[in-house]
């Protein structure tokens, strides 16, 4: 930030707050002019920040600012969304990549530096507008949580809103969230291993409660005690053989073949017996469980819990094989939810799929 914008900045901060403080008070005298830089560092600098925060950040005005409505802190957002953020505002990324796309002045409030255009900014950081400027945030990710404060405009992108399908299967009782208190839990900015995907694949058939319960036993010697029931579960209903004689995978990263494979097991178009998974994704495609470019994507990504959450939302959709109904139907009709309950669901997803 130039020299003159700074000295203004602080000189209009502390004229808002009515507290200009006086040479003597802070150092300077006609015997001693000079201002000691621990002075600086340790005393003025913190009454100047806290200052600033109170004048250009009243509690009242804490969030984000949309068609002059305050909107609540530590959101959601979607590949491609912007938010345009004023002077003073704060930006926080908490979870996914975000990059700072436009020329306006940003000054990361750890270090007190300029960003350059371009960059990607690091999380769990405070990046601060500088004055007569706004700045331009663009999310890369396919999802990612962020908290502003101060005036920031949000510019939605058509993508497709991994967030709002996890809310809508979550509504229907086939989605939880970790607990993390981050995004209400979801982290799909994370790669699932395969014990997390079996689970998620678990409840979306809504059987959870029949794993949990369940007497069954399984062969794999690398599944941790609490997953047993899970795996035994799926193991018994033809789900998942694991990856070798006596492997489930636990801790590997489970792939979108993997995770569509265990879909087109559930829909009866596969089972147990097909270990060669090359071809999934284009089994998948050719029965209308996904679409060409969902196999384009899937087939070219690394499998994050928002793809997963994708896969599993677009499943309900798809026919069962040998069955004049769908997923959606078949839980139905076992009372997991309602048709009324599916329909407020979908209301929730308004982003078009990749077809």
């Known amino acids: 930030m130039p020299m003159k914008k700074k000295i203004f900045a602080i000189a209009l901060v502390l004229l808002l707050c009515g507290s200009i403080v006086p040479a003597?008070?802070?150092?300077?005298?006609?015997?001693?002019?000079l201002i000691s830089l621990s002075y600086l560092r340790n005393t003025l600098k913190p009454q100047l920040t806290a200052a600033a925060r109170a004048a250009l950040h009243p509690p009242s005005s804490t969030g984000i600012h949309a068609n002059e409505q305050v909107l609540m802190d530590h959101a959601r957002y979607k590949q491609n969304d912007k938010l345009i953020a004023f002077t003073g505002a704060e930006i926080i990324v908490f979870a996914g990549n975000v990059q700072f796309s436009s020329e306006g002045i940003v000054v990361d409030g750890t270090n007190g530096t300029e960003l350059a255009p371009k960059t990607t900014l690091k999380p769990n950081t405070r990046y601060i507008t500088g004055e007569d400027t706004n700045a331009t945030y663009t999310v890369v990710s396919?999802?990612?949580?962020?908290?502003?404060?101060?005036?920031?405009e949000i510019v939605k992108s058509d993508t497709p809103d991994y967030n709002a399908m996890a809310d809508a299967l979550k509504s229907l009782t086939l989605l939880k969230g970790s607990?993390?208190?981050?995004?209400?839990?979801?982290?799909?900015?994370?790669?699932?291993?395969?014990i997390e995907g079996i689970i998620m694949f678990i409840r979306l058939l809504g059987e959870e409660d029949e794993a949990l319960s369940t007497t069954s036993a399984h062969p794999f010697k690398d599944v941790p005690a609490w997953a047993d029931s899970y795996v035994a579960y799926a193991y018994k209903k033809g789900y998942s053989n694991g990856i070798g004689k006596d492997k489930f995978g636990a801790e590997k990263k489970i792939t979108a073949k993997e995770y569509v494979e265990f879909i087109m097991r559930a829909l009866r178009y596969s089972s147990t017996s097909h270990t060669n998974l090359s071809t999934t994704l284009e089994d998948a495609r050719k029965v209308g469980v996904i679409s060409t470019k969902e196999y384009d994507l899937f087939n070219s990504t690394t499998l994050l819990r928002a793809h997963a959450v994708y896969i599993s939302y677009y499943a309900l959709s798809a026919p069962i094989s040998g069955q004049n109904m769908t997923l959606a139907d078949k839980l139905i009709a076992d009372s997991i939810f309602t048709k009324a309950a599916l329909d407020n669901a979908h209301a929730l997803v308004t982003t078009n799929r990749l077809v």
């Open 179 to 194: 607990g993390s208190g981050i995004g209400n839990g979801y982290n799909l900015e994370n790669q699932p291993n395969r």
């Open 24 to 33: 003597s008070a802070i150092g300077g005298s006609s015997d001693d002019p």
């Open 142 to 152: 396919p999802t990612a949580v962020i908290s502003c404060n101060g005036k920031v």
